[in-house]
């Protein structure tokens, strides 16, 4: 089992850049996948980006393409959301998951973190 805390989130003005963190401990992450996902209340979590456990392949949803990039560093057990030129309508709360197999740009992940807020706005 691995344990994810997601870091990084805060306000921010449109425009602007902010690089989330997930941190794993239980188990190393390269292991799993890892994705990041997104959610505002009253609505669906939604696919962000995902990256294969040794990160030659990544996916991004059509609205973040461009702007955000995943990476992940297994030596630290870490996972980075690196979102630029950021939009009020990126405003959500983010989440990190991960899990074994293939990448999945669907929910279908075993562990997710507890989430952090991102808000865009002036």
């Known amino acids: 089992q691995v344990q994810l805390v997601e870091s990084g989130g805060g306000l921010v003005q449109p425009g602007g850049s902010l690089r989330l963190s997930c941190a794993a401990s239980?188990?190393?992450?390269?292991?799993?996948?890892m994705g990041w996902f997104r959610q505002n209340p009253g609505k669906e979590r939604e696919f962000v980006s995902a990256i294969s456990q040794s990160g030659g392949t990544t996916y991004y949803a059509d609205s973040v393409k461009g702007r955000f990039t995943i990476s992940r560093d297994n030596a630290k057990n870490t996972v980075y959301l690196q979102m630029n030129s950021l939009k009020p309508e990126d405003t959500a709360v983010y989440y990190c998951a991960g899990r074994s197999g293939l990448v999945l740009r669907t929910t279908d992940y075993y562990y997710w973190g507890q989430g952090t807020q991102v808000t865009v706005s002036t």
């Open positions: 239980g188990r190393t992450v390269s292991s799993y996948a």
